[in-house]
């Protein structure tokens, strides 16, 4: 089956530093699944951050981006400076077509100022 | 105004008693999906639907039944619920078009006694 595997938590950076949450991810039934970035801040729900349907592309929201690298089959997501507000969990997900996510743990990541 | 919501938030049962999980959008979507999580595994997809009348199997539909009566509501049963279905249970749509996104609602806590 499909598989997703990310950066364990928690991640612990401070306010202006860079991040970088790694996401590798295996595809059994199809050969370039659609890739996201689900985020769930504090007390809130769980909310699309950013997609990439087409293999090479990149995606960009909030100041993050994570490139779509079929050779790699990775999704990592990079920020160059954080800030308190970025504090929450992150989950790298695929899909193939309308079947259903398949997500990543999750990763916890803490930015103290 | 939230587009998905679900209800109850939180629910207590029995073991072996009934549990109903409820869950309506109004994006209009298609697709629908129903999700559990727990520590350790992350999201994990239990039924989803294409449209009114319709339910599909996820990945780990076994001890639970969907009903989808119309484009808007999508249940989830428990027929004889055990422990083991205690977890945080989310509600999503999709637009169904390549690319799926999905939004989720807040979730449900269901502990089973």
């Known amino acids: 089956g499909d598989s997703v595997t990310q950066t364990e938590g928690p991640v612990t950076v401070s306010e202006s530093e860079s991040l970088i949450i790694n996401c590798t991810y295996s595809?059994?039934?199809?050969?370039?699944?659609?890739l996201f970035w689900y985020v769930r801040y504090p007390g809130e729900g769980l909310q699309l951050l950013l997609k990439v349907i087409t293999a090479g592309q990149k995606g960009s929201s909030r100041g993050f981006e994570a490139t779509y690298n079929k050779e790699t089959t990775s999704f990592h997501l990079q920020k160059a400076s954080v800030q308190e507000s970025d504090s929450a969990v992150y989950y790298c997900?695929?899909?193939?077509?309308?079947?259903?996510?398949?997500f990543g743990l999750g990763t916890r990541v803490s930015v103290f100022p | 105004e939230a587009a998905v919501t679900q209800s109850p938030r939180n629910k207590v049962a029995v073991t072996g008693g009934k549990v109903t999980l409820s869950c309506n959008q109004t994006?209009?979507?298609?697709?629908m999906y129903w999700y559990r999580q727990d520590t350790g595994h992350g999201l994990r997809l239990i039924h989803y639907s294409y449209g009114a009348g319709s339910t599909e199997k996820g990945d780990i539909p076994d001890g639970y039944k969907a009903s989808r009566p119309s484009q808007e509501n999508f249940s989830l049963i428990l027929e004889l619920a055990t422990p083991s279905q205690t977890s945080v249970y989310f509600c999503?749509?999709?637009?169904?078009?390549?690319?799926?996104?999905?939004?989720f609602g807040p979730g449900t806590r269901l502990l089973v006694l």
């Open positions: 999503a749509s999709g637009d169904g078009d390549w690319g799926d996104t999905q939004y």
């Open positions: 997900a695929l899909n193939n077509y309308a079947q259903g996510l398949t």
């Open positions: 994006n209009n979507h298609n697709n």
């Open positions: 595809a059994t039934s199809i050969a370039y699944p659609n």
